[in-house]
Protein backbone atom coordinates (compact mmCIF):
# COMPACT_ATOMS: atom_id res chain seq x y z
CA UNK A 1 0.00 0.00 0.00
CA UNK A 2 1.59 3.67 -0.77
CA UNK A 3 1.96 6.49 1.80
CA UNK A 4 -1.14 8.68 2.30
CA UNK A 5 -2.10 11.41 4.05
CA UNK A 6 -0.82 11.24 8.06
CA UNK A 7 1.37 8.62 7.28
CA UNK A 8 5.29 8.86 8.26
CA UNK A 9 7.60 9.63 5.38
CA UNK A 10 10.41 7.14 5.33
CA UNK A 11 13.35 7.95 6.83
CA UNK A 12 15.78 7.49 3.83
CA UNK A 13 19.36 8.08 2.96
CA UNK A 14 19.53 10.12 -0.14
CA UNK A 15 22.19 10.93 -2.02
CA UNK A 16 21.97 14.49 -3.87
CA UNK A 17 23.57 17.27 -5.38
CA UNK A 18 24.57 18.83 -2.65
CA UNK A 19 25.79 15.92 -0.47
CA UNK A 20 24.49 13.35 1.19
CA UNK A 21 21.03 13.92 3.21
CA UNK A 22 18.85 11.63 5.53
CA UNK A 23 15.47 12.31 5.17
CA UNK A 24 14.10 13.22 8.52
CA UNK A 25 16.95 15.43 9.89
CA UNK A 26 16.79 16.80 6.75
CA UNK A 27 13.36 18.23 7.05
CA UNK A 28 13.89 18.61 10.86
CA UNK A 29 11.78 21.23 12.19
CA UNK A 30 10.77 23.03 9.06
CA UNK A 31 7.72 22.35 6.57
CA UNK A 32 8.83 20.55 3.01
CA UNK A 33 7.78 20.18 -0.80
CA UNK A 34 9.39 17.20 -1.98
CA UNK A 35 8.81 17.03 -5.97
CA UNK A 36 9.71 14.27 -8.33
CA UNK A 37 10.24 14.09 -12.68
CA UNK A 38 10.92 11.61 -14.68
CA UNK A 39 14.26 12.53 -16.41
CA UNK A 40 16.71 15.50 -16.74
CA UNK A 41 16.94 17.76 -19.72
CA UNK A 42 13.44 17.56 -20.52
CA UNK A 43 11.05 20.03 -21.13
CA UNK A 44 8.27 20.45 -18.83
CA UNK A 45 10.28 19.86 -15.82
CA UNK A 46 12.79 22.60 -17.15
CA UNK A 47 9.81 25.00 -16.64
CA UNK A 48 8.88 23.77 -13.50
CA UNK A 49 12.37 23.45 -11.95
CA UNK A 50 12.45 27.19 -12.73
CA UNK A 51 9.29 27.94 -11.31
CA UNK A 52 10.31 26.29 -8.37
CA UNK A 53 13.70 28.62 -7.99
CA UNK A 54 11.86 31.66 -9.03
CA UNK A 55 9.98 31.10 -5.64
CA UNK A 56 12.90 30.78 -3.19
CA UNK A 57 12.09 34.00 -1.36
CA UNK A 58 8.36 32.30 -0.86
CA UNK A 59 9.68 29.01 0.40
CA UNK A 60 12.16 30.89 2.55
CA UNK A 61 9.15 33.48 4.10
CA UNK A 62 7.38 30.19 5.09
CA UNK A 63 9.89 28.44 6.76
CA UNK A 64 9.87 25.32 3.85
CA UNK A 65 12.69 23.31 2.32
CA UNK A 66 12.54 21.77 -1.53
CA UNK A 67 13.43 18.99 -2.48
CA UNK A 68 13.31 17.52 -6.36
CA UNK A 69 13.53 14.42 -7.09
CA UNK A 70 14.85 12.34 -10.24
CA UNK A 71 16.25 9.57 -11.51
CA UNK A 72 19.44 10.83 -12.87
CA UNK A 73 22.46 11.03 -11.69
CA UNK A 74 24.41 13.51 -9.47
CA UNK A 75 26.43 14.81 -12.63
CA UNK A 76 23.42 15.26 -14.95
CA UNK A 77 21.89 17.42 -11.85
CA UNK A 78 24.84 19.99 -11.88
CA UNK A 79 24.62 20.08 -15.61
CA UNK A 80 20.89 20.64 -15.83
CA UNK A 81 20.76 23.10 -13.28
CA UNK A 82 22.77 25.73 -15.55
CA UNK A 83 19.99 25.04 -18.00
CA UNK A 84 17.03 25.60 -15.46
CA UNK A 85 18.69 29.15 -14.27
CA UNK A 86 19.02 30.33 -18.10
CA UNK A 87 15.17 29.28 -19.43
CA UNK A 88 13.81 30.13 -15.96
CA UNK A 89 15.89 32.96 -14.75
CA UNK A 90 16.64 32.46 -11.67
CA UNK A 91 18.95 29.78 -9.47
CA UNK A 92 18.06 26.74 -8.30
CA UNK A 93 19.02 26.34 -5.13
CA UNK A 94 17.53 23.35 -3.54
CA UNK A 95 19.11 19.97 -4.08
CA UNK A 96 17.92 17.39 -6.33
CA UNK A 97 17.86 13.48 -5.33
CA UNK A 98 19.85 11.37 -7.19
CA UNK A 99 17.56 8.01 -7.38
CA UNK A 100 19.23 6.23 -10.08
CA UNK A 101 17.85 3.29 -7.93
CA UNK A 102 13.98 4.33 -7.72
CA UNK A 103 14.42 3.79 -3.58
CA UNK A 104 13.00 6.89 -3.53
CA UNK A 105 10.44 6.73 -6.25
CA UNK A 106 9.35 3.07 -4.78
CA UNK A 107 9.29 4.41 -1.05
CA UNK A 108 6.93 7.03 -1.73
CA UNK A 109 4.60 4.97 -4.46
CA UNK A 110 5.08 6.60 -7.55
CA UNK A 111 6.58 3.08 -9.49
CA UNK A 112 5.41 -0.11 -9.66
CA UNK A 113 7.56 -2.02 -6.99
CA UNK A 114 8.84 -4.46 -9.57
CA UNK A 115 9.65 -1.31 -11.90
CA UNK A 116 13.62 -0.86 -13.14
CA UNK A 117 15.61 1.40 -15.18
CA UNK A 118 16.54 -0.17 -18.98
CA UNK A 119 20.19 1.09 -20.12
CA UNK A 120 19.47 4.54 -21.42
CA UNK A 121 16.38 5.24 -20.09
CA UNK A 122 14.07 7.61 -21.22
CA UNK A 123 11.24 9.71 -19.61
CA UNK A 124 8.53 7.49 -20.56
CA UNK A 125 10.16 4.53 -18.12
CA UNK A 126 9.47 7.08 -15.01
CA UNK A 127 6.30 8.25 -16.40
CA UNK A 128 4.55 8.48 -12.90
CA UNK A 129 7.62 9.48 -11.43
CA UNK A 130 5.61 13.09 -11.31
CA UNK A 131 4.45 13.30 -7.72
CA UNK A 132 4.39 16.51 -5.07
CA UNK A 133 4.21 15.79 -1.48
CA UNK A 134 3.97 18.60 1.22
CA UNK A 135 5.74 17.43 4.39
CA UNK A 136 4.96 18.78 7.65
CA UNK A 137 7.71 18.89 10.49
CA UNK A 138 6.03 16.04 12.31
CA UNK A 139 7.45 14.35 9.10
CA UNK A 140 3.56 13.39 8.10
CA UNK A 141 1.91 13.51 4.72
CA UNK A 142 -0.52 16.45 4.45
CA UNK A 143 -1.40 16.52 0.82
CA UNK A 144 0.16 15.12 -2.51
CA UNK A 145 -0.58 14.92 -6.16
CA UNK A 146 0.15 13.52 -9.13
CA UNK A 147 0.53 14.79 -13.11
CA UNK A 148 1.17 13.50 -16.30
CA UNK A 149 3.68 14.16 -18.30
CA UNK A 150 2.58 16.46 -20.47
CA UNK A 151 1.06 18.93 -17.61
CA UNK A 152 3.10 21.09 -16.23
CA UNK A 153 2.29 21.45 -12.57
CA UNK A 154 1.05 25.00 -11.22
CA UNK A 155 3.47 25.84 -8.18
CA UNK A 156 1.19 28.96 -7.20
CA UNK A 157 -1.50 26.51 -6.28
CA UNK A 158 1.29 24.60 -4.56
CA UNK A 159 2.23 27.46 -2.76
CA UNK A 160 -1.23 28.13 -1.81
CA UNK A 161 -2.07 24.80 -0.68
CA UNK A 162 0.83 24.83 1.60
CA UNK A 163 -0.96 28.18 2.79
CA UNK A 164 -3.75 26.70 3.96
CA UNK A 165 -2.23 23.34 5.63
CA UNK A 166 -0.16 25.63 7.40
CA UNK A 167 -3.20 28.07 8.76
CA UNK A 168 -5.23 25.04 9.47
CA UNK A 169 -2.46 23.45 11.92
CA UNK A 170 -1.71 27.01 13.47
CA UNK A 171 -5.26 28.19 14.28
CA UNK A 172 -6.94 24.87 13.93
CA UNK A 173 -9.48 26.19 11.06
CA UNK A 174 -10.44 25.00 7.88
CA UNK A 175 -10.28 26.65 4.54
CA UNK A 176 -13.03 26.96 1.97
CA UNK A 177 -12.33 26.48 -1.99
CA UNK A 178 -10.33 28.99 -3.39
CA UNK A 179 -9.06 30.31 0.04
CA UNK A 180 -5.97 32.87 -0.30
CA UNK A 181 -4.29 34.12 2.77
CA UNK A 182 -6.21 36.99 4.77
CA UNK A 183 -9.51 35.60 3.40
CA UNK A 184 -12.31 34.13 5.33
CA UNK A 185 -11.96 31.06 7.27
CA UNK A 186 -14.40 27.85 8.48
CA UNK A 187 -14.69 26.93 12.14
CA UNK A 188 -14.77 23.43 12.53
CA UNK A 189 -17.79 20.99 12.86
CA UNK A 190 -16.02 20.07 16.17
CA UNK A 191 -16.27 23.36 17.58
CA UNK A 192 -20.01 24.09 18.89
CA UNK A 193 -22.14 26.75 18.16
CA UNK A 194 -21.29 28.38 21.94
CA UNK A 195 -17.74 27.63 21.82
CA UNK A 196 -17.66 29.00 18.21
CA UNK A 197 -19.75 32.71 19.80
CA UNK A 198 -17.16 32.87 21.92
CA UNK A 199 -13.72 32.04 20.34
CA UNK A 200 -15.21 33.65 17.05
CA UNK A 201 -17.02 36.56 18.05
CA UNK A 202 -19.36 37.36 15.27
CA UNK A 203 -18.99 34.38 12.81
CA UNK A 204 -20.87 34.05 9.70
CA UNK A 205 -23.70 31.10 9.89
CA UNK A 206 -23.78 30.66 5.76
CA UNK A 207 -25.06 27.11 6.87
CA UNK A 208 -26.23 24.85 10.39
CA UNK A 209 -23.03 22.88 9.19
CA UNK A 210 -20.99 25.84 7.29
CA UNK A 211 -19.74 28.77 9.97
CA UNK A 212 -17.18 31.03 8.68
CA UNK A 213 -14.90 33.79 10.65
CA UNK A 214 -12.28 36.15 10.40
CA UNK A 215 -9.09 34.55 10.92
CA UNK A 216 -8.02 34.71 14.24
CA UNK A 217 -5.30 37.15 15.05
CA UNK A 218 -2.00 34.89 16.08
Known sequence: ????????????TIETDQGTIRLHDWIGDSWAV?????????????????AVARLREEWEKRGVKVLG???????????????????????PGFPIAADKDLTVSKAFDMLPAEAWLPDNPTP??????RSVF?????????LSMTYPMNV???????????DALQTAARAGVATPADWNQGEDVI???SVPDEEAAKKYPGYQAVLPYLRKTKLPAA
Open 1 to 12: MGLRINDTVPDL
Open 69 to 91: ISVDGVEDHLRWKADIEAAGGAH
Open 152 to 162: GRNFAEILRAL
Open 187 to 189: IPL
Open 124 to 129: NDTATV
Open 34 to 50: IFSHPKDFTPVCTTEFG
Open 134 to 142: IIGPDKKIK
